[in-house]
């Protein structure tokens, strides 16, 4: 009779703890330089779960759906990222002990283009003043790079802000003058004057001010580590700690900055990479 009882106990806990052994993750069939990729993330139970790859890494909250709990992240790759796999593996935390499940990927490599610019040279030698303002934004930018939500605001599909279409993408390694620029770190959408600006996701934005290079900008926190920045605008709808829905808008085309026409600079951050946000949008086109 004690050794049922013992037996029954024991079937008691071991059910009460989750086996290891259940985590398991989704990935596409390969991976890109230069963009981001959706993993995700499978368990039996709601324990801490970390995803990682290379030298990053990003916690997310898994959340009960029909019969498991289940989590997103975004995964990025650096425009020059040279390897040609990638190892992802996500880490989960139970009373049971820590779990962890991995698998590797091929990376598709893309060859991205040149483009050479003749332009007024005010657009290109700058005065010390000028460097000296455009060094304290960056420096604004980065420390809000560092402390960015925790949880995920943002859904799988992120909208296009502007309907116009692509004048510059991601990744052109620009040329002004015969001097070579930083890549570009974001996509150029064609839009009119006063065209409305909408917020690719929900989000709280961040930043909600004028800078030298980049005019009228808002920088959005999307939360685990995405950030969107929408640059060059007439005008900001927005203010700083202002909580936007996906599809609000914020603010309207224009040419502020250092520019020389109407349009949309859009950019999106991923754990600190910009990536290719076309990939992303529910509309490609």
């Known amino acids: 009779m004690i050794r049922r009882v013992v037996l029954l106990i024991c079937f008691v806990l071991l059910s009460a703890v989750p ?7 989704d990935l596409p069939e390969s991976a890109m330089n230069g963009r981001a990729f959706l993993v995700t993330v499978h ?21 009960k759906t029909d019969n498991e709990y289940k989590g997103v992240a975004l995964v990025s790759l650096p425009r020059d990222f040279a390897k040609k796999t990638l190892q992802i593996s996500a880490v989960e935390e139970t009373p049971a002990g820590v779990n962890t499940v991995s698998r590797t990927i091929p ?19 700058l005065s010390k003043k000028s460097l000296d303002r455009h060094y304290a934004e960056r420096a604004t930018v980065r420390s809000m790079m560092e402390s960015l939500a925790a949880e995920r605001m943002w859904d799988a599909d992120f909208l296009r ?22 890549p570009h770190s974001g996509i150029d959408l064609r839009g009119k004057k006063g065209t409305p600006i909408k ?25 685990q580590g995405v950030v969107s920045m929408y640059f060059h605008m007439s005008k900001v709808l927005v203010r700083e700690g202002e909580t936007v829905k996906k599809g609000q808008v914020i603010g309207k085309v224009g040419a502020t900055g250092r520019v020389t026409g109407p349009h949309l600079h859009f950019g999106l951050n991923v754990s600190g990479v910009a990536v290719d946000p076309i990939p992303l949008f529910s509309e490609k086109k």
């Open 199 to 223: 917020a690719c996701a929900d989000g709280m934005v961040r930043i909600a001010i004028p800078h030298f290079f980049s005019g009228q900008s808002i920088y959005i926190d999307h939360g």
């Open 107 to 125: 990376v598709e490599h893309k060859k991205y283009r040149e483009q050479h610019l003749k332009v007024d040279r005010k657009y290109v030698e």
């Open 43 to 63: 368990a039996d139970a709601q324990a801490p779960v970390k995803v990682t790859w290379g030298d990053k890494n990003i916690s997310i909250s898994v959340v």
């Open 19 to 25: 086996a290891l052994g259940a985590l398991r993750i």
């Open 161 to 182: 802000p502007i309907p116009g279409g692509i004048s510059s993408e991601f990744g052109v390694q620009r040329f002004f003058n015969g001097k070579p620029r930083q």
